[in-house]
């Protein structure tokens, strides 16, 4: 199975001929100069069309699992990081709804894979609500790589 991708966008036109344009994605755009934006501004991802879309992922494996039942190295290719202070402590926000402080255990040492855990929890919930994630519910696992080429 191939999944497209979709990102934030917008048509550009170049200042020497404002009759043609080109997709523009905002991860690339950097304020550089030989585009002017058009009246229409960025447009959400989920209005990219798939003949504008860059990226094809190709599906290498589907599993199901419960939630809490995620990786350290899972956690980490999903991006969440643990913040960390110049000497390389952990760094964890006490305070606020969903804070990861709240699940972590303090009875005991903590280890990298406790922040971690603590984080992705609390992005979680941030998305989520709490009551999803004390649900602990099942959840799919897509792997995935690059196609090649974009196949529509």
Not at 35 to 50: A, G, K, M, T, Y
Request: charged share 25%; proline share 7%; hydrophobic share 40%.
């Amino acid at each position: 199975d191939l999944l497209w991708v979709r990102e934030t966008w917008q048509t550009c036109t170049t200042p020497e001929d404002r009759d043609i344009s080109q997709v523009v994605y905002a991860a690339d755009h950097d304020g550089r100069p030989g585009f002017v934006e058009d009246e229409w501004s960025w447009r959400p991802s989920i209005f990219l069309p798939r003949w504008a879309s860059r990226i094809t992922l190709r599906v290498t494996a589907v599993e199901v699992r419960r939630l809490h039942d995620i990786t350290t190295q899972d956690i980490a290719a999903e991006g969440v990081r643990v913040p960390v202070d110049r000497d390389g402590h952990a760094l964890v926000r006490v305070s606020g709804a969903n804070s990861p402080m709240g699940f972590l255990d303090p009875a005991k040492p903590r280890t990298v894979d406790d922040h971690m855990h603590a984080e992705w929890a609390s992005l979680w919930c941030g998305i989520n609500g709490r009551a999803s994630w004390d649900a602990n519910p099942w959840v799919w696992v897509l792997r995935f790589e690059r196609a090649a080429t974009a196949t529509p």
